[in-house]
């Protein structure tokens, strides 16, 4: 057999090359990833340039002081992870975080266990508390639990959509101050939609992801550091063979991953600029154009916008007499836990709305599996048009199964909603 | 001060949001990352559909079948990981190997170092042979060192863009064999430019990136393991919790990471489409894209067209009088390493290409630096025009240095292979 012989057998079964994409036209309303903005797609066809351009350094630069906008933060380490939301999470927290060191996890969803299984990987001394699904902790909860396993580290999901629960973070930075705490949170599904002050709720680290609120795709994780949690990661310092150079740090207890070293990641992204990954351009742009039009809206006024949008659809699956999961006080503004109805297929319901209106509304996760659907209003698709659409195909669908509903309620209520902003 | 003054103080200092990013033309010739095709900048334009969309998991299952033709293998375990190039090369090391297992990294440039920076970090006995840059191993070499050091994986770099060399492997998969090693070979500045046969070659496991001969974007990593390989980290096995089930397996020597976890991604990309990372749908647009070119032109086509595009680069900065660095019998075909002439200040040269021409050149690593400059031939780059443009070019700024070159004998040599082929 001739090396080359494989190949062309394995071109001969491939058959025929199929065409260019043609995806199905859909709109997004689950818990995310949701149609990004148009923009943000035009944004990534944009071509490329060098890694080390003048035009891509300048670009990386105003990155982060956008991002710096868009997480309320005048920290200098503000950056992009090139991965998934969860590779901006393993970032944080191999890097904040020593084989042994005791990190606190209060889990009031599926993405708390993420955290909690994120920090077990890097061999660290995971404690959790918990509380029951549909529910917040009370600070009160937080603090006794930090006194007593007096944690290197608190990672806290802010909203965990599994739920669709917001943790209130505003006192929990000063509790972790008083007591010698870095205070992570990963703000993966709240970014852009729901208020979140990186430096006035003394966050010591934050990550997201670009497939929420802030309208994009996944694959570029926002990041942003505290200057005593840069002192940490620097303290852990290794620059790689093949370009370490005299003096450079070499910490015995360095970091146990290459791409997830954020002190290597921050000198590539700072004026050293030393080589490390080849930054994904075409997420780059896109993340720019995230950040960017949250800016050009305005930080409140896009914040503002999910709330309504939230609030509308909300109003508008009540009327339609659908029950809520979960404690509304406390939901987040871009996502819904919406109680399926007693005798309501709630998978064809989903198949339906997909085959026949092209929308996309969530299935869940663990012990909501099968009792809710989510329904999410965020990024681009936190619209009017969006919101009323997915209410009247879904009044259509629910009426198709058999179930009474009142006709145009949800539209009408949530366009109340609408008319009273 | 209330949460949303510091907002408004960011914004304010912001003073004005920048417009629609508009980065200047580049014609990329340098090691990579090169000018994407222009069909894989429109896919990254293509509209998002959900994370199990029929239409998303019938793309992935495609998307792996065309990977399966570019890496020339019938490997059930095909996949893209969601990173940079690198995040490709510790997902596999990070899961084949065991924390203390042995490993041989012979290194042969740069990248060599990388693979055994990253197999230290993922806390592995690291056992390195060298050669000087600008070579290859013989490939008893090789057999002496697994030999002696009987480690667990060979991970060896297949073309290292920092010395230009390919290092041949054809033999060593029969080697690895017999001494029950596995094979592991990081082929991102390789592979699609140069022949690579995944299950001729014998390989374990081999990884890649999208911003070298396949003409995409840097963000996405395929990755391809054999049967043998799967059965390593399926041994591993652990489902993260807040998504195992009863029954499911919970290995004590789990892998140190969940994001480079390949037995739980290869659960996402497989028929259980197991909840693991959100997959980054645009990436996976251009990866298909990338792949699905390579397939039109043909495997061996495009391989050709590469060899002709370095074999014309090479004799056109011959014919300009200057030197090549390197074993040119084992040069990949996507790259050349040109020495700079004594008296020729190598950074201005590149700055007036860049500045003037919009043609970017390479600059070097570790002991190449300041001796040579590295020009790439390589994915949509790999043309005539883009050849010819860039000696052209690269012919006016030498003689505005001072520099005697035959006029046009640069262009007319790489013609003359153009011609001949």
Redesign the interface.
Known sequence: ?T??????T??RN?MI??G??D????L?M?P?????YP?V???????????Y?P?MTA?MN?TQ??Y??VW???NEATLLV??????GI?AAL?SLLRPGDRVLVPVFG??G??L???AE???TEVHTIETAWGQVFPTSAIEDAIVRVRPAVLALVHGDTSTTMAQPL?EIGAICARHGVLFYSDATASLGGN?F?T???GLDAATA?L?KCLGG???SAPLTLSERAVEVIRARGRI????REEGDPEASD????????LGMILDYWGPRRL?????????L??A??CA?LM??E???ATIARHALAGEAMLAGVRALGLGIFGDVAHKMNNVVAVEIPEGVPGEAVRAAL?DDFGI?IGTS??PLHGRVWRIGTMGYNARPDAVLTTLAALETVLGRFGRRVPRGGGVEAASDVYRAA
């Open positions: 057999m090396a080359s012989e494989p190949t062309s394995l071109e491939l090359v199929p260019p994409l995806p199905p036209a859909r997004l689950g995310g990833p949701i149609s990004a923009s797609l035009r944004a990534m066809s944009t071509p490329l340039v060098g890694q351009d035009f670009t105003e002081e956008l710096r906008g309320a933060t005048r090139d991965g998934t939301s969860r590779a393993e191999i599926r993405f266990h993420l909690a299984e994120i990987r890097a061999m505003d208020a002050e430096d006035a709720w992801g497939q795709p996944s694959g790689e063979a093949g370009i360095f970091i146990r991953s290459n791409y997830f070293d080589n490390h990954h080849t930054e994904a351009t075409s997420m742009w896109a720019r154009e960017r800016l050009i305005g930080r409140d997909l996309e996760f663990g």
